[in-house]
């Protein structure tokens, strides 16, 4: 097995070089169109002509957004924040040090949704998925070339190219690849994802269908964190001893899915010249019908002769084996408005009056496991309705609901924003009762198993906030009752049925405030985040207080042929009892039991960590250099995020960034 593992990771190495030597010289005998311009990644605003395929132009939408095109991000707006666990987050979250690590939250949110969900969401950032995927439409074929190399082994690959084939069809293809050993033993992570998307509307866009596919493998071994309780005064750290020599991780997902719609409307004339006359479809209504498919293959293993180490077993055998396959599919047939529609006084676009969409999705889900196959169904009615633009612009008003037909679970939640000049404002709530996901109730493995219902969860959740971009104060109450957490007993006996390794607390609350500022003085642009949270009736492991921060400074330089931003991030918790990481379930757990109840639960270091960065765009390439953990050795001399897991020392990063329209 060692022989094994050790030939995949040269495999990937060279492939990735390859690749990259392929790119450069992809790139060097291109026809290139330096004719962007930096954006932000935002959604339209007010009116925007007709998307022209005479000039060169490049946008997506996604399917929730029908309508919504968007165009691509060029801005060095957190371009540095390689790692896709640490981007586009208000707080940093745990993770176990390397990249690719599986990840969890220190800033609680509950954010259950109707209908399926298994509940495996620890490597969700590097895995893609159905929902997150982007179809295009581009009069210029368009190539994004990514790369990024760490110290200690860390490369991110990803290739994205798009076209058109005349002003109806799109091809697109996604590929993303993560190889990182770490600094430590047994850390490799691998990921590959590849997507593809085919998309085709009539010439008048009355109909339109977007077809896609993602094929997904990711292979990471598991050390159980290292088994060093002075590690930082080890003389070379990174030799120092993991808990485990043979244990990985090895998923597989297939997902597809076809989205087809019918628009109703009228079709209008207008005035090119004044001899010529032309027309087009303005959409009022859309009625679709989306299918879905999906097969996720999930792998632990540790082929281990010593198995000591997990303690009890309810299955033994040459291999320590965990398998559970997920397959299934589901129906969606929506009524929707448009998300943009056609002026009809001109030849424009802006946002439809007001959005809706009614839709009934039906879904069937088979899961396999050491325990048989279990059939899990789900029919969900829900609505929407929101209304931008009350009060000649000063007031938004969305409402939210949905209902479960076959288990009786609802959500319901609403907002109304106030644009009140210096200072919009904003409250809401969220109710409802939710499922438990499929691993909360019901898991078999060879040394943890639970097979019971401990019933709905129950959420209220009252949420307010005022002030600009410039500074502002959120606010939210969240009181849950029936929330399931990961608990593992002390005294860990397979043949006891009194210790079920899950709990269900009843009757507890937190509250939460989060203070954001964007203060700009001159070049300099100083980000700050502050989070507090507060429990009632129960204590969990997270911290009372979270703080990161993003100060930079920012410049045209050499005749504004470039521009750079160069600063440190830094980001912060209070005190708290650290979360250990289950490796087995993949489950951040909040008791201990079996292997996991010697863990040092006084060893995570709650002091600053810095990151500095210089990240630069020259026309349509970008680049960065950073360093992460920079103070090392200044307020600590390691950290950990999880007991037994630390974070890589003090490490340089490349990363590269070119945008090729040909």
Known sequence: MPFVLHVKRLTDKQMISKGVWLICLFVLTSQCVFAQTDTLSKDSTGITTLFDYHNAHIQFQKLSRIGNWRDVDTSLNQFYQFNPARKDISFEQIWLGNLGSPVGMRYFTYNRMLGFDYGRHERDPYITDLD?????????????????????????????????????????????????????????????????????????????????????????????????????????????????????????????????????????????????????????????????????????????DDISYYGELYYTGDTLRDRTIVSGFSNEFAVQSPYMFKDTSSVTESFFPFRYKAALTQQWHEIADQGGDTVVQNLVVSGLLYFPNLLHHRLAVGVYGGYDIFSNAWHTEARVDLSNGLSPAYVGFRLGKFDPTVMDVRYYGFDRQWDKNWGQTNQL??????????????????????????????????????????????????????????????????????????????????????????????????????????????????????????????RFVQLLGGYLSSINLDEVTYAPILDVYISADIRTFRFFFKVDNVAQNLFSKGYYLAPNYPIQPRSFKLGLDWSLYQ
């Open 132 to 304: 997150e995927l982007r179809y295009w439409r581009a009069n210029v074929p368009f190539t994004r070339v990514s790369y990024v190399t760490g110290q200690y082994g860390e490369q991110l690959f990803t290739v994205q190219h798009t076209r058109n084939f005349g002003p109806q069809w799109n091809m697109s293809i996604d590929f993303n690849k993560i190889a990182s050993e770490g600094y430590y033993q047994r850390m490799l992570n691998n990921y590959t994802n590849t997507a593809l998307t085919l998309s085709y509307h009539t010439k008048n866009e009355r109909y339109a269908i977007d077809a896609a596919g993602i094929r997904g493998k990711n292979f990471n071994q598991e050390n159980g964190g290292i088994n060093n309780d002075t590690l930082f005064d080890y003389p070379t750290p990174n030799l120092a001893e993991p808990f485990r020599e043979d244990a990985f991780t090895e998923w597989g997902n297939w997902q597809g899915r076809v989205a087809q719609r019918y628009a109703f409307g009228k079709t209008i004339s207008y005035a090119v010249n004044d001899t010529t006359q032309a027309e087009y479809f303005s959409q009022r209504m859309i009625v679709s019908h989306t299918f879905s498919g999906t097969k996720h293959n999930y792998l632990f293993e540790d082929d281990a």
């Open 461 to 586: 959740t009252i949420m307010a906030g005022v002030g600009p971009k410039a500074f502002n104060v959120n606010a939210s109450y969240t009181q849950l009752s029936n929330y399931y957490f990961s608990f593992y007993t002390y005294a860990f006996d397979p043949g006891d049925e009194s210790q079920i390794v899950s709990f269900a607390y009843d009757d507890f609350g937190i509250t939460q405030f989060n203070i954001n500022s964007d203060i700009r003085l001159g070049d300099f642009v100083f980000q700050n985040a502050l989070g507090l949270q507060q429990w009632r009736e129960v204590t969990l492991n997270v911290p009372t207080l979270l703080v990161q921060s993003n100060w930079y400074f920012q410049k045209h330089l050499f005749k504004n042929a470039m521009y750079t931003q160069m600063g440190v991030n830094m980001w912060y918790s209070s005190r708290y009892s650290p979360i250990p990481y289950d490796m087995v379930t993949g």
